[in-house]
């Protein structure tokens, strides 16, 4: 895998899988199977998610954007398949704002819980 994900910029309203600073840690998501059957599986769960737009898929990336709740603010959310190591890596960042009350985490941690069930 030579494709990486931006890094969070030094705000709290953001969390990567890539992420060096341990506020914006998160573990990837781990898959069995092929890439394919993961990715379907993942845009399944997206598509599924209130106040999302698909804004990109490619081969190894895909990018929704998501609208908050109650205030419409936009975040960005992004996937990347590292099949070698059968994980995918993830970031979710607030586009404005400083801080985000958890809101990137808590997002990622129900599509990770979504995706382990399915």
């Not at 993961?38 to 599924?48: C, G, N, Q």
């Not at 190591?85 to 993830?90: A, L, P, R, Y």
């Amino acid at each position: 895998m030579t494709k990486t994900l931006k890094a969070c910029p030094n705000k709290p309203n953001c969390v990567s899988t890539q992420a060096t600073e341990k506020q914006h840690q998160a573990d990837p998501i781990p898959y069995t199977g092929s890439k394919e059957e993961a990715k379907t599986r993942l845009l399944s769960i997206l598509d599924d998610t209130k106040r999302t737009t698909r804004r990109t898929v490619e081969t190894d990336y895909i990018h929704y954007t998501f609208k908050t709740w109650p205030i419409p603010f936009t975040d960005d959310v992004e996937f990347l398949f590292d099949d070698a190591n059968k994980v995918i890596h993830f970031r979710s960042a607030s586009r404005v704002g400083h801080s985000d009350l958890g809101a990137n985490r808590k997002r990622m941690n129900k599509i990770v819980s979504a995706f382990s069930a399915k």
